[in-house]
């Protein structure tokens, strides 16, 4: 099993930095569940890989009882900490080996993760939990579009956009497991097709969440990616005796202040005052019924 946010370097940053799921999200889903379960069934909802709740939470005032559940104690610690409602438990458990009884769910989301699983395991357990008309919502984003503020030229704002998204893309790519880039990449189209269901849609282009953002934020975003700290550990093995100012010159968290605030000539300006909007293109696979 893949274990990258276990210690507090990254699960502190992931709590205070993940966007949360907006409601736009939340409705698709309910959408797709009410027209096709036939019972009001908002009794239990899981959360798969929940990581600090940013996807259980947005659900809590739909169901009866929601259990988020991940392998990592850490990311568990730190969703019960921001926990602020009594129909809310967080367990440690694993996507491969659900920790609830049979045909209890109604509706199974797992946010951002479902990539790392491994899937056969996986929809064998979410098949046991659901009950026989319960739907499953498997969600993700990828890095988000960077859409810099007070920058006057539409021209040069486009520029900017484009050269800050596509790093911080590049810096979103995991060195260790080239199969959960490939299903990001694809936006979930390979575990749409590995779904088996008698009712199923993969929705792609429309589904956007826009978060207004400054410097600190995006800095924050970077170090809650799985894909930052990998880089970060093996560059140090590669390179244990690196001085302080050798380290900066591959640290991404380096490396990306210094390119925004050089391009978007903000040099003097400070962080929390460098202003962007950060939109968040979320794909989803939606199932009912699985076979
Ligand atoms: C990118 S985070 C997503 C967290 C949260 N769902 C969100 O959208 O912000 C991925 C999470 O998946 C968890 N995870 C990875 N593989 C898992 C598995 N096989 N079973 C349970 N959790 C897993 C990790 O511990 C991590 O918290």
Not at 74 to 92: P, T
Not at 203 to 232: P, R
């Amino acid at each position: 099993m893949i274990r990258v946010y276990e210690n507090e370097d990254i699960t502190k940053f992931y709590v205070k930095f993940r966007p949360k799921f907006q409601e736009c999200l939340v409705e698709r889903v309910l959408k797709f569940c009410n027209e096709r379960q036939e019972n009001d069934n908002q009794d239990l909802m899981v959360d798969v890989a929940c990581g600090s709740g940013q996807a259980t939470s947005a659900f809590q005032k739909h169901f009866k009882r929601i259990v988020g559940i991940d392998v990592s104690p850490n990311q568990i610690k730190e969703a019960r900490l921001a926990n602020e409602h009594d129909n809310i438990k967080y367990e440690v458990g694993t996507a491969e080996n659900i920790p609830l009884g049979e045909s209890s769910v109604d509706l199974l989301i797992s946010a951002t993760a479902c990539h790392r699983f491994d899937l056969g395991k996986f929809f064998t357990e979410a098949k046991r939990v659901m009950k026989p008309d319960g739907c499953m919502a498997l969600f993700s984003y990828n890095a988000p579009t960077i859409i810099p503020k007070n920058i006057k030229d539409p021209a040069r704002r486009q520029v900017l956009s484009d050269k800050t998204t596509s790093l911080l893309l590049k810096y979103d790519k995991s060195y260790k497991y080239e199969q959960s880039n490939v299903y990001q990449e694809d936006k979930y189209r390979d575990i749409f097709k590995k779904v088996c269901a008698e009712n199923k849609q993969w929705i792609t282009e429309d589904l956007v969440m826009k978060c207004e953002w400054n410097l600190v934020q995006m800095m924050g975003f970077l170090h809650s990616l799985a894909a930052y700290h990998e880089y970060m550990k093996i560059m140090k093995e590669e390179h244990k005796d690196a001085s302080e100012e050798e380290v900066k010159k591959w640290d991404r968290a380096v490396l990306l202040r210094d390119f925004v605030k050089r391009e978007w000539e903000m040099e003097g300006v400070k962080d929390e005052d460098v202003m962007m909007e950060a939109h968040f293109y979320v794909y989803m696979v939606l199932a009912n019924k699985l076979k």
